[in-house]
């Protein structure tokens, strides 16, 4: 059996690469059940929010995580409890991936925010956005 464990250093690399994908690009907030992968179609979910990701989306990773950089707080243009997001490049046609979320004191999540509760027109407050490599 061959060896599966990866350096740091690749790790980073790898990180860093999806991460630059989203450089100017939109993160979108969603109620409803995680779709089987970043293709397949919505289903019944429903926007929540969308986010723009600064020109530099996230910083350089550390031990194969990458996090986000700053991430504007935006009004919510839909109610439910979040339950997913979806990442798209520059232009918002192309999702690179999609994830979990959870609140900040839950901390299981690959997006991270005060509250999952959200209902229209409330401030939706990122804490943490990361992309992992394993």
Sequence with gaps: MSDQSRTDEDKNAAADASAALLNSGLLRVYA?????????????ATLLSEH????????PAVAGVATSN????????GTGTATF????????????R?????????????LQ?????ITT?????????????V
Excluded: M, W
């Design 32 to 44: 409803g059940t995680i779709p089987a992968d970043v293709n397949a179609g919505l289903g019944g």
């Design 52 to 59: 723009d990701y600064s020109a530099t989306a996230f910083a």
């Design 70 to 77: 700053a991430i504007t707080d935006v009004s919510a243009v």
């Design 85 to 96: 997001y979806r990442a798209f490049k520059t232009g918002g046609t192309v999702a690179t």
């Design 98 to 110: 999609q994830g979990d979320v959870s609140t900040t004191a839950a901390g299981t999540g690959d």
């Design 113 to 117: 925010f005060d509250n999952t509760s």
């Design 121 to 133: 027109g409330q401030t939706v407050n990122i804490g943490t956005h990361t992309i992992t490599e």
